[in-house]
Structure formats: C-alpha cells, structure tokens
C-alpha cells in the first residue's frame, strides 16, 4: 500500500488544497468526475444485466458507432458537472463540439475534456474499459467558452486522469505534483489511494502495440519493432514481451504499475489521419500522467505536451510509457524526418 493506507481521495484533495497546489473549485470538479466515474463503474459493472450491452444506434462525428456505454457515459459526466459552478464549458469524443454550461447554472474558471468510454470494442467482451478526462483553465474573460477556448497545449492542463473498470475501479490522478492511484472501496463507496507517486521504470522489456496494422507502418516504426521482436540476438540484445488490451486505459496503467511503451503510431491505413487516438482528451491527459511518473511521450517527433492543436478531436501518433524506450523509438523517427 506504499505507506498511504487509509487516505481517501478527499483527504488527499483537501490536503492539496491545503497546501496550495489546487483550489476550491478544483478539488470540487475532480471529486465531481470521480463521483460520476462510480456511477459509470456500476453501469459497466451490470453488464448484460443493466441491459447496457450493444450499440446505441448512432454515430460519432468521428464516424465511430457508440455503444449504449459510450453515450450513457457521456450523459453521466455531463449532468454530474453542469450545475456545480465550477465549469465554463466540457467536451468530450461523443459529441461534435464543446458545450458552455447552461446560463441557468453559476460559470466557474475550468473546461473539462474526456473520453466518457475508452476501449468501447471491449465494452461487449468484458474487457477492461474506462475514462480519461483532462482539465484546462478557461481563458480569462471567456464565459460562453467555444471549441477554440479548449485549443490549449497539454502543459497547460490543470489535471488529469483515468479510472480503469477493472478487476477493481481504479481511479489514476495528477494535478502536476506525481501521479498516485486510488482504489474504489465498493463497501464504503469511496475511492482509497493504494499507491502514491507511480513510478514508470525508466528501462523496460514490454511493448504494447497492434501488431496487426505492421504492414501499414512507415520504416522508422518498422525498423523499431522489427528490432524488439529480434530478441536477445538482435541489436537491442533482450527479449521483449508484447501485451495489447486494446483498451488504452488498462494498457497505460500496465505500463505505470510495471513499465513499458504504450504505441499507436500514424500509419498508411489512413494516411490523412495522423494516428487513431484523439490529442485533447486521450493522449494530452495520458502524457501527463505519465510524465509525472517519470515517463515520457511524443508523437514520434516532439513531445505530445508541446503540441499546439487546431482541432476538437485532433488525432495524433502515441509514444509513451518507459524513458528509455520512447527516446530510442522517437530518435529513429526523427532521423528519418
Ligand atoms: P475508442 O475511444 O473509440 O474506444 O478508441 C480508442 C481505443 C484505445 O483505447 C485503444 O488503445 C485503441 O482504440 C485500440 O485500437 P485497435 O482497435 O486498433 O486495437
Ligand atoms: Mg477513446
């Protein structure tokens, strides 16, 4: 249990408060987020009980089907953070552009983004899914916030975080200072940290990837994994193993409980797409949250942090996880360029 044994996640969010590093309105939007991720864990966890199984019907702008999960998920979060007055706006891969909160409610100085679902192709299978949500300060002034006002860098983010709908519910927070986990106690209902200040070891010899788009990869990122699969023989002298959930959120926090590098890089399948995961609200928060323990992520070339975006639902190529891993993989692209 790391020496933490015990503290909740208000005590940890008071704690921070306490000391400076959030406010008020902060730590109420993040225990907002948690409260809706318990409802979204009890969701997920009826399975074909709650009759939540299957698709919805309809489709994202991203031309993606959702599955019933996807878009009660979506609804979860927004009506858990409309009226708290700690929002100016959210927005999120269900829907095709930002929402300000509703005049009829107090405005408040962050936007949240999130993936209500990740992993929706596991949701029918029972496979590990989750939420990943990213928070940015509004502009000054902004009251109305539109899609330009969430075109922040990902250094500019305020916090973020994962639950993983696991074995158990895990909650993976940071709010810039380490990154810690926190375990929900179904009994007590409330989230517990297990695990302060994750650590990703810097060298690793786990590689998570599809394998299966191998053919549609550009030579750098051939030449990467071509390198892992020739094993103790080969030029980088180990064996590695492989592991795809398929499910983003449970394949980074593999990778933060035990290292490893996390990729979905740009391939020739899309060649108009540069990648399949979206920057605002899947790579952004994830590269924070790894970045605060230690890890490292790029998009092949530049650190995903730095990245200026242009777009809602940008999507970008994904390196991260173990230090080591992700310089070797991100210098074989960039002498290519
Ligand atoms: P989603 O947000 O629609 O669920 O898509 C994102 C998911 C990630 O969780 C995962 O890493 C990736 O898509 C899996 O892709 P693939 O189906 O190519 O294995
Ligand atoms: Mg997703």
Known sequence: MNGSKGVSLTRYLIEEQRAGRINGDLRLLIEVVARACKSIAHAVSKGALGGVLGDAGTDNIQGEVQKKLDVLSNEILIEANE???HLAGLASEEMDHCQPIPNVYPKGNYLLLFDP??????????????TIFSVL????????????????????????GYTVYGPSTMLVLTV????????????????????????????????????????????????????????????RGKDFNMRWVASMVADVHRILTRGGIF?????????????KL???????????????????????????LDIAPSKLHQR??????????VEIATRYHRETQ
């Not at 679902?117 to 989750?130: P, Q």
């Not at 300060?137 to 973020?160: I, M, S, W, Y």
């Not at 605002?280 to 790029?298: C, D, H, L, R, S």
């Open 83 to 85: 009226w708290g007055g």
């Open 117 to 130: 679902l990740d992993g929706s192709s596991n949701i029918d299978v029972n496979v590990s899914v989750g």
């Open 137 to 160: 300060r509004c502009p000054d002034g902004v009251t109305e916030p539109n899609d330009e006002h969430f075109l922040q860098p990902g250094k500019t983010q305020v916090a973020a």
């Open 176 to 235: 810039g200072h380490g990154t810690h986990a926190f375990t929900l106690d179904r009994e007590q209902g409330s989230f517990v940290m297990t695990q302060r200040d994750m650590r990703i070891p810097g060298d690793t010899k786990e590689f998570a990837v599809n394998m299966s788009n191998l053919r549609h990869w550009h030579p750098p990122m051939r030449r990467y994994i071509d390198e892992l699969l020739a094993g103790k023989t080969g030029p």
């Open 263 to 275: 990729i979905y890089p740009r391939d020739l399948k899309e060649p108009d797409k540069p990648g």
């Open 278 to 304: 979206r920057l605002m609200y899947e790579a952004n928060p994830m590269a924070f949250i790894v970045e605060q323990a230690g890890g490292a992520a790029t998009n092949g070339y530049d650190r995903i």
């Open 316 to 325: 970008v190529a994904v390196f991260l996880g173990s230090k080591n891993e």
